[in-house]
């Protein structure tokens, strides 16, 4: 069948690339025609415009933000290129951009199916508040599938309710990432939707590694991808010890140490590609994203997960780190060096995530052939 996928397909970040490359390739592999709809409403056409960002810094008066942004604008730049760079090799996009539900349902004629998902595509704050990423352009309802879609919240507010209602009653299958998903489309529609897994962990560890950089990283390190700049203090109170080897950090909140020591490896960007490389060939992993624990599992990898604190956004790798019952690599602030040096059964892990990916495979496979 030929296949129109929606997501947030051009998003310099690495949840957003791996998800998309990942549900575009599991679906080529059941034999599906599938594309990416060049969907850029003005939220997401201006999310990573730096004119943009600056000028509306400068508009509300925010002379820190706007600097920010302007001293940072060669590190954002260089990112954006190496993510679009991948974006152009590996993803198939549409050639024309659509701005709206009224452009987008031109394309109703073209697609035997319309697939909404993965990311926070469910998200008012992310999405631009655009009804488009409910497919309220699809005309048919039996076209109308979601396939790991989050909402990224813990609740719908009372202004977004009957909009979220009206449209999640029409779809034809609905699948999300998160179990409060599920809740929440219950609550609005008296639906039982499926969770299933995040598309990235539709692949296998051969078929990740078959995109990485060739050459090999000469360096014994551990890797850490935080969000918070206390995340990775909180994970070194645990006396926890390099032992001779580097520390690869990728993040925007960095420590005045970590400038001055001699084992800091201090990376602001890298491309899709060498994200997964540098996880697969890490010591260790210690990370606030969900892609990077996501990624780390498949590639069978030691981690530590750092959660947030927010309910909705820790929903996410909490509900994989409950179905693969690895509970126990949430820092906690008793955890020790040999909780965090115990060998992880990756035999019985990777049991698991087949058992989990043979159901996510199934219900796409019903959701778009029955």
């Known amino acids: 069948m030929k296949i129109a996928l929606l997501s947030f397909h051009n998003a310099a970040n690495y949840g957003a690339a791996l998800q998309a490359y990942a549900l575009q390739q599991a679906l080529e592999q059941m034999g599906h025609d599938c594309e990416y709809i060049n969907y850029l409403n003005n939220e997401r056409r201006n999310h990573y415009s730096l004119s943009f960002l600056i000028r509306d810094a400068l508009k509300k008066r925010d002379i820190k933000g706007a600097t920010k ?9 260089a990112r954006k290129k190496r993510f679009n760079k991948f974006y152009d090799a590996y993803l198939h996009v549409t050639k024309k951009a659509y701005r709206n539900s009224e452009e987008a349902a031109t394309l109703n004629p073209y697609y035997d199916r319309f697939i909404v998902g993965s990311d926070q595509v469910w998200n008012p704050d992310n999405n631009g508040d655009d009804a488009a990423f409910l497919l309220d352009f699809v005309e048919d309802d039996k076209k109308r599938i979601s396939y790991s879609s989050s909402f990224g919240i813990a609740s719908i507010d009372a202004k977004h309710r009957e909009v979220f209602k009206t449209n999640l009653e029409k779809f034809k299958a609905l699948a999300v990432r998160e179990s409060i998903g ?3 489309i219950k609550d609005l529609t008296g639906r039982e939707a499926n969770v299933v ?11 990740w590694l078959s995109i990485v950089p060739k050459k090999p990283l000469k360096e014994k390190y551990i890797f850490s991808y935080t969000n918070r700049n206390s995340q990775i203090s909180d994970f070194f109170k645990t006396k926890y010890e390099l032992k001779g080897r580097k520390h690869y950090i990728l993040s925007r909140y960095t420590r005045p140490q970590d400038f001055l020591s001699n084992t800091a490896r201090i990376k602001y960007w890298m491309s899709p ?31 530590v997960a750092i959660l947030t604190g927010d309910k909705g956004k820790d929903e996410r790798p909490l509900n994989i780190l409950r179905a693969l019952q690895l509970e126990s690599r949430i820092l906690q602030p008793s955890m020790t060096v040999g909780e965090i040096e115990t060998p992880i059964d990756w035999q019985a892990v990777n049991a698991r995530i087949e058992e989990l990916k043979a159901s996510s495979k199934d219900y796409l496979i019903k959701a778009i052939e029955d």
Request: proline share 6%; with cysteine; hydrophobic share 55%.
């Open 69 to 77: 942004y302007l001293l940072g604008a060669p590190f954002l730049l």
């Open 182 to 184: 599920r809740d929440i």
């Open 197 to 207: 897994l995040d598309p990235v962990m539709l692949l296998s560890k051969e078929q």
């Open 273 to 303: 590609q060498e994200f997964v490389s540098v996880i697969a060939n890490a010591d260790l992993v210690v990370t606030a994203s969900f892609h990077c624990i996501a990624m780390s599992i498949i590639l069978n990898r030691p981690f």
